[in-house]
Each structure stands twice: as C-alpha cells, then as structure tokens.
C-alpha cells in the first residue's frame, strides 16, 4: 500500500538526475554499481523492478547485460523509454513489485529491488515483493536490495526536513 508521503516524493523530485545532481546521488550510484559489477557475469540477464527513470537499467543495457525494467510511475517509465530509445537489450514495463507474473520463474541471473522497498509499509507486502523477486531469480542468482531504516526516514523527515526548518505539516 502506498502512501500519500509517496506521491509527494515522486511528484516533487527530478528522478531522473537524482543519482547525478549531488554528491549523495553520485555516491549511490557508483556504490550500488560496484555491486552490481560483483555479481554480474558477462550476458547476464538483469531485472530492475521500480527502475525509475532507468539509471541503473539504461547504463546496464549500454554495458551488454540483458535488461529488463518494470516501473510503476508512469511519468518515469516515460522517462525510462525516451532515454533507452535505441538501446539494445532493454525492455520495460509498466508494473510493481507485488506482482511480477509476467516473468517465469527461475529466469533472472540478478534481480534490483531498490525503489519499492522505500514505499512499501505492511508487512505482507514487504514479503510479496522479496517472494516475488526471489521466484523470478535463478536458483544461483543474486537479489540486492535497498532500503530505509526507520532511523534514515526520522532523520530525513523531522531532523533535516520539515522539523529542521521549523514548519509545521
């Protein structure tokens, strides 16, 4: 279930020079690509669920890796799909983390599980996702995921965010 606080953020933010615009951005970036780089093997299949504006799918597909994107915001699946015009070895979808259907089981050589994370809130659906993902993942695959601690989302919030600057929500 996703939440008001969510459409706020997606709404409000450049998503598509977020991993560029700050040192921040940058850092995540290039750390979360010295993993993927880890596990990757030559011609290996990648699915990127909730690939934003494609970063990650987009820079993958550009290094030969086959690349699957599915994406939930239709504003960044455009995005996603006018900047890998004309890249090989990347399709994309609309679709979400909870049901990933589409996609034969044990297919995937690695699966990014980045951005649903962040704005998933039950339990149940937690687990849908990490179920989902590790259904469409083969057996020897590789599944990294990113997420918040309730300690990142307070300090985002109320110690630098509306807090910090004295305003009142």
């Known amino acids: 279930i996703l939440n008001l606080q969510f459409f706020?953020?997606?709404?409000?933010?450049?998503?598509?020079?977020r991993l560029n615009k700050s040192r921040h951005g940058q850092l995540e970036y290039a750390t979360t690509m010295e993993y993927i780089h880890r596990y990757a093997e030559k011609g290996a299949k990648i699915l990127e669920v909730?690939?934003?504006t494609g970063r990650y799918s987009i820079a993958l597909a550009k290094e030969g890796y086959e690349v699957t994107a599915v994406e939930l915001v239709e504003s960044n699946l455009d995005v996603l799909?006018?900047?890998?015009?004309?890249?090989?070895d990347i399709v994309s979808y609309q679709g979400d983390a909870l049901n990933l259907s589409r996609f034969a089981d044990n297919y995937f050589d690695i699966t990014l599980l980045f951005g649903p994370?962040?704005?998933?809130?039950?339990?149940?659906?937690?687990?849908?996702?990490?179920?989902?993902?590790i259904r469409?993942?083969?057996?020897?695959?590789?599944i990294l995921v990113a997420f918040l601690s309730v300690y990142a989302i307070m300090s985002d919030?109320?110690?630098?965010?509306?807090?910090?600057?004295?305003?009142e929500e």
């Open 81 to 88: 799909r006018t900047n890998s015009r004309g890249i090989k």
């Open 157 to 167: 919030n109320y110690l630098n965010g509306a807090f910090a600057a004295g305003i």
């Open 136 to 142: 469409v993942t083969k057996n020897d695959g590789v």
């Open 117 to 133: 994370m962040y704005h998933l809130y039950d339990k149940e659906d937690v687990h849908k996702a990490i179920e989902e993902a």
């Open 8 to 17: 706020r953020y997606i709404y409000n933010i450049d998503e598509d020079s």
């Open 50 to 52: 909730g690939a934003g």
